[in-house]
């Protein structure tokens, strides 16, 4: 099992940057593919961005291809998620997450078996 703590999240005004972190721990890092989710109120959890083990595959939602970037550090056992160009509708909660069991890289929150609690980022307009 992997366990994941998100960090970074926070308020900031539109057009703003902000570099969200996630801590893994508990078994081999670098086996898992990683992800990152978001919650706005009252919607679905959505796909945001995945990033293949070693790094060298990546894959954004349409909503935020060119302002987001996802990368890791295997050595540190780190994911990031750089956000730029910031709109009020990227308001939610931002959750990290692990799949200890696939290959590939995922945008099905399904295929996914460990989360983290969650980070709050506030976009104002």
């Known amino acids: 099992q992997v366990q994941l703590v998100e960090s970074g999240g926070g308020l900031v005004q539109a057009g703003g940057s902000l570099r969200l972190s996630c801590a893994a721990s508990?078994?081999?890092?670098?086996?898992?593919?990683m992800g990152w989710f978001r919650q706005g109120p009252g919607k679905e959890r959505e796909f945001v961005a995945t990033?293949?083990?070693?790094?060298?595959?990546?894959s954004y939602a349409d909503a935020v291809k060119g302002r987001f970037t996802i990368s890791r550090d295997n050595a540190k056992n780190m994911v990031y998620l750089q956000m730029n160009s910031l709109k009020p509708e990227d308001t939610a909660v931002y959750y990290c997450?692990?799949?200890?069991?696939?290959?590939?890289?995922?945008?099905?929150?399904?295929?996914?078996?460990?989360w983290g609690q969650g980070t709050q980022v506030t976009v104002s307009s």
């Open positions: 508990g078994r081999t890092f670098s086996s898992c593919v």
């Open positions: 997450a692990a799949d200890t069991v696939r290959l590939r890289v995922s945008r099905n929150r399904a295929d996914y078996d460990a």
């Open positions: 990033i293949s083990r070693g790094g060298g595959t990546t």
